[in-house]
């Protein structure tokens, strides 16, 4: 019978809506098993074939799961505040709400359509009202929290205000900006401001001055990643570092438990070794330097104090704000201007620039805190304040960026000798009432060495042993129109966060997305935007008198706020009071199966984690982790096609005729090519853009002009996208779905090739048909199957089983190509074998399987049908065929029973007619028998 795809998957897609087939139970007496893909963001260029790949891997999961009797959670939801529908709302003027609502319908068409099994009843959109006034609770939790290091977790702001209230900041063990010292008197007698101010030193959600990339021309603060080669990302505009109250996130303070938690968690290597050098824990000596003249010094973090006495300058990052208050007059000019030049690069950057050494001097010097030697202090850019203090003590003949620095500046390089010996003995002896024996440092090793000095500094009062990690505090608020309104307002220049009960508090609405005429945010044009305290509500921004009516935070949420929790919100999405109740944490408990690109480790899956560690202190859920099992599938990749233009002409060359001109390679779009070809269809290409209108060609053989093709990222703007929904059209989803499984290992990347659509269309032919005779009606009989079949199906069920517990799905789809093969070839219409064998393939193809089941005389979804049990009695052999070979040479084969002792196989050989003539009266030497396998006779 003819295989209508389209007839079918329509029919069945449209029965799971009906029937709401994969919705999830709330609670359930089976096991859960909780599979989730990275949160998509909803683009106007829709899904192209290369973003399936992982939904599909988690969807075959999903299904097996649920055939193994699992309440399986498998949902989906949008990410849908962000930049690119802004950016198009302030090219167009229409509302960022119409194109995001527009993109996510065309995902989710497009996704059904691939027939994903997830459960649509629990969908949401971060840019929900509804979803987003949680994200805005968890702010306000933040906000109140501070980190107690005694108790290793995030705490009210109520017991810390306790504490001070009582010690003042003795005893006080916490994550703070700054060291602060006071009593509890003097706590107490503090100004109301002065007190809010002092919490926003401890506070997890914090304001404060931060270097930021700032983009004027996108009037908002870009995170590092948005910054290539000093301009943005989206438009490709200048950035320049600047100065700004801006609110952050202090994830400092979860840094030695973002690293421990790795160690239990079941994620790529890769990604894991990703997040530590991120998070970049440094043990070493906290050393202070004191200012020649000055009351002020220095604090410099060194995991080397050992080679503190090659010290021969000090380095400051150049927004240091000791670089003001340390500059001499004479210097100033030139300090200001190298500030300024910094300015203009990212710290990405700075941090890639590692041949260039640049820098000015300060005209300020440090004292060597063991030798008291004058040591000039410059600043430059290759220093970064985010990073250990700010200051580096430069040690040049053992830091190559220290050295060239040096060569540069012409600055001193003294060598430090491996094992702590010191060249220049004068650096050991007494100096400015510091003694240090001339053997101080010999002969000991580097860990000694360390160890000894980091000693020293303690006891001299120098400074102290100590961690620092690389990880910054996270920058939380962006200059943007849409995204998370932040619920705060400001009395007397205080932030102050708004009621729960105020919540959500909504996005209003704006004439334009850009920037005020004041440099305000995009949130500066809204007028019903002011905070009446008395009202307990929102109000026109003419009432803000400073008295009752204060002015709201201006800022919005950056894009992975909405996505550091939305897992959660998942296991309970429509509880209207609490973001999850308590017993829905405890049922769902961590994500089992986390599916999504390795791009995201230090963005969403590092936020991820710091703000479930935070929940989980403060009580809101269960689990110190948010998923346990990661995997990164890799990219399917596109054949781009390219034109060879002729540099400064309208002229295009033909492929193979390129090479005797100069020319530029231009890409193409694919679907201008003719047919399964490389020939470009030259008039559609004149036709494709404005500026190829009046194109000229040079063609091969004055017929063809061949275009040039290489395999690269699927991307819109490399015009080498395949979209889904021909492949579907064409094919089917089921074909779609099980070529992207079969075109190699889940977690590498691949090239796409669409003619291989056709083999395993081919397949899905061949299986059908095996449910229907030679005249095309379904026939499948009660007949009982042979060993052969059972052997074949009890193969298949072994081999699927474990590729999906293993992830290696490329595998099966091949087993599967073999069994149907071989059923085809023994002419199986037996119930026993394909009623099993239709429940085996479903994950895959779920579609054909269910208009099979339904065939089969079943009233339910083949989704709830149990996986075939594994029998390994049926891929036990009755009759073992031994080749029988003379010297190495195979004579001929018998068949033996299967239960043979090799004594018996010899035995059973030996009295073999053919032996007998072979060996025609001689007695071997030796006898070798492999156990299932051979006999060889050495004559």
Known sequence: MYYDHKYIESKWQQYWADNQTYRTEAKSDKPKY???????????????????????????????????????????????????????????????????????????????????????????????AAYYKFTQRIFIELFHSWYNRDTDKAEPIETLVKHLSEKGTACLNAVETEALCFSASEWCTQPE?????????????????????????????????????????????????KKMMQWSMRITAYSERLLQGLKKIDWPQPLKDTQEYWIGKSQGAEINFKIENSQLQLKVFTTRPDTIFGTTFIVLAPESPLVNAITTDSQREEIQNYIKQTSLKSERDRMADVKNASGAFTGAYALHPFTGKKLPIYIADYVLMGYGTGTVMAVPAHDERDHRFAKKFGLEIVEVIEGGENIQEEAF??????????????????????????????????????????????????????????????????????????????????????????GDPPLGNARQYAWDEVKQQVVNTHLIDGKTVFPLELSTMPGWAGSSWYFLRYMDPHNDTHFIAKEMSEYWGQVDLYMGGSEHATGHLLYSRFWNKFLKDRGYITQEEPFQKLINQGMILGMSAFVFRIEGTNQYVSKNLAKDYVTQKLHVDVALLKGATDELDTEAFKKWRPEFKNAEFILEQDTKYITGREVEKMSKSKFNVVNPDDICEEYGADCLRLYEMFLGPLEQSKPWNTQGLSGVYGFLKRFWNLYFDADDQFRVTDEAPTKEEYRTLHTLIQKVGFDIENFSFNTSVSSFMIAVNEFTRLKTHKRQILEPLAIILSPYAPHITEEIWERLGHQESIEYAAFPTFNAQYLALDEIEYPVSFNGKMRFKIALPANLTPQEVEQAVFQHEKTIEALNGKHPKKVIVVLNKIVNFVV
């Not at 930021?212 to 505009?237: F, H, I, M, Q």
């Open 34 to 128: 909780y599979v989730l893909d990275m949160f998509p963001y909803p683009s106007g260029a829709g899904l192209h074939v290369g973003h399936p790949l992982g939904y599909i891997a988690s969807d075959i999961v999903s299904r097996y799961k649920r055939h193994q009797g699992f309440n399986v959670l498998h949902p989906i939801g949008y990410d849908s505040f962000g930049l690119p529908a802004e950016q198009y709302a302030i090219q167009t003027g229409q509302h960022p709400a119409i194109t995001t609502e527009e993109n996510i319908n065309r995902y989710e068409k497009q996704m059904r359509r691939i027939g994903f099994s997830f459960d649509w009843s629990r969908q949401f959109r971060t840019s929900d």
């Open 429 to 518: 002896v007494e100096k400015n009432g510091v003694c240090i024996n001339s053997d101080f440092l010999n002969g000991l090793t580097y860990e000694s060495a360390k160890e000894k000095i980091t000693t020293e500094v303690v006891k001299r009062g120098l400074g102290e042993a100590k961690t620092h990690y690389r990880q910054r505090d996270a920058i939380f608020s962006r200059q943007r129109y849409w995204g998370e309104p932040i619920p705060i307002y400001y009395k007397d220049e205080v932030p102050y966060t708004l009621p729960v009960s105020a919540l959500p508090l909504r996005l209003p609405e704006v004439e334009k997305y850009l920037p005020t005429e004041a």
């Open 193 to 241: 401001k002065r007190k809010q101010e002092i919490l926003l030193n401890y506070r997890l959600a914090f304001r404060a001055e931060t270097s930021v990339n700032w983009c004027p021309a996108l009037g908002t603060v870009l995170a590092n990643d948005e910054v290539v080669n000093g301009k943005s990302e989206r438009g490709g505009y200048p950035v320049y570092q």
